[in-house]
Structure formats: C-alpha cells, structure tokens
C-alpha cells in the first residue's frame, strides 16, 4: 500500500522508544517498528515520485534505526527518528534532498552538507571571482520565503589561500552550503505534508541549478564533464 500520509502512531511508537531506548524493549516492539518502517519508507518513495516530475533522482536511501555507538558518549542503541536522502543524478547534477521525522523535531534539508574538497575550493573560487548571482539567487523571495537563509558550517576567518578582508568572504568561510525547514508535528502529520515537501523541494531547484553550472565548470564557463 502506498502512503501519502505520516500516522501520528509513527510519532507515538518513537515516543515510546525515546522512554525505552534499550535491546529488550526494541525486540519486544520490533514488529511495530517493521509495520511503521514501512509505512514510512512507502512514504518516502512518494517524495521520489514527486521529485521525479521536476527532478532527476539517482537513489533513495531510508536511514537504519540502529546507531553506530562505538564513538559515541550516548550509548543507547536506537535512533528515535525516521530519516531518508535523495541523490540527484549523476555528475552533471549535484546535491541531495533529506528529510528527516522526529516528534518536536522534524525538518527537510537540501544543498550541500559535506562537498569534496575539489567541489569546495571550486564553489569558493567562484563566489572569490564573483558572488552576486549566487547572493541573488539565495536572495530570491520564492526561495527565501520557504527557507530562509543559507546555513551549514564555516571556517572562522578565511580558508587557506582566501583573503580575509574579500567581500564576500562571509560566503567563502562556507564548508556547507545548505537550507532548512522545520515541521511542526502538526504539520508533519497533516494530510498536505507530501504537497509541501515537495513544493519546498520545488522551490531550491533555482539554487541548485546555478550549483551545477558552477560545478561541472571552470572559471572560464567551460564545461568540465
């Protein structure tokens, strides 16, 4: 069965686990957890399917409920969130989708959360050369009003080899480029939540189409691929 909805028994199940984050109790609810993983990950092939009208989708990933503790202070076993990504296709599209489901604490993200050290010093070189489409392109009202400002981590001054006094040296510092959107439980549970991931989804193409012009390019404009 296809799920366009997110079931309030989801949120209440990860209610539940974040009270008893533990094997025995996991094992005990293991078959409701199934039941909700797939209902969640039908959910999630759903965003594909609505990406796939304006947008080339390479892979979609659901995220394992289990946590990788080993370099963890927090030791308990089990994420208490449901969480997917979507990859854009190819080289000559760059970038990812991610959506992730947790009561109080639901949000989408899009852009570029860990670009390789060549696509970083591309991206900066550019906005280095010239920033301004890229400041009116995050700028842009459309954009703007569904999600706000550009945020990731930076460096604290300048990266290697940038000058610190630039211009526009508040968007080199960038090691991320990337946006998000928080979700209230409300409106994650709402039966118009598919409609607005993917209207927010619609709404960063502009931001991700300069993305790949500028990296499938030099500096020159010439294509790289």
Same mark, same amino acid.
């Given at each position: ?25 996991? /094992? !005990?609810? #293991? ?11 039908? *959910? ?7 990406? @796939? ?20 202070? &927090? #030791?308990?076993?089990? $994420? %208490?969130?449901?969480? =997917? @990504? ?12 991610? +959506?992730?489901?947790?009561? =109080? ?20 070189? /550019?906005? /280095?050369?010239?920033? @301004? /489409?890229?400041?009116?392109? +995050? ?17 604290? %001054?300048?990266?290697?080899?940038? &000058? ?5 040296? &508040?968007?080199?510092?960038?090691? !991320? *480029? +990337? ?10 549970? @709402?039966?118009?939540?598919? !409609?607005?991931? &993917? $209207? ?6 502009? *931001? *991700? ?6 990296? %499938? ?9």
């Amino acid at each position: 069965m296809s799920n366009s909805t997110i079931s309030k028994d989801a949120f209440d199940f990860l209610k539940d686990l974040s009270k008893n984050n533990n094997k025995d109790w996991f /094992e !005990q609810h #293991k078959p409701t957890f199934k039941a909700h993983e797939k209902a969640v990950k039908s *959910f999630f092939e759903n965003v594909k399917n609505e990406l @796939s009208h304006h947008d080339e989708i390479e892979k979609m990933k659901m995220f394992r409920i289990y946590r990788d503790v080993r370099f963890s202070k &927090d #030791k308990t076993p089990y $994420k %208490t969130h449901f969480a =997917g @990504s979507f990859s854009r296709l190819g080289a000559h599209l760059r970038g990812g989708y991610y +959506i992730h489901l947790t009561p =109080g604490g639901s949000l989408l993200a899009t852009g570029f959360w860990a670009p390789n050290k060549e696509d970083l010093f591309r991206i900066r070189k /550019e906005l /280095e050369m010239d920033a @301004s /489409e890229f400041r009116e392109v +995050i700028s842009n009202k459309s954009l703007k009003d569904v999600w706000g400002d550009l945020a990731g981590d930076a460096v604290k %001054t300048a990266p290697k080899g940038f &000058d610190r006094e630039h211009p526009d040296i &508040d968007l080199i510092r960038n090691k !991320q *480029f +990337i946006f998000v959107r928080n979700f209230s439980d409300k409106e994650v549970l @709402s039966d118009t939540f598919l !409609q607005e991931v &993917d $209207k927010s989804y619609r709404a960063i193409r502009p *931001f *991700f189409d300069l993305m790949s012009d500028i990296l %499938t390019t030099n500096l020159n404009g010439e294509s790289i691929l």
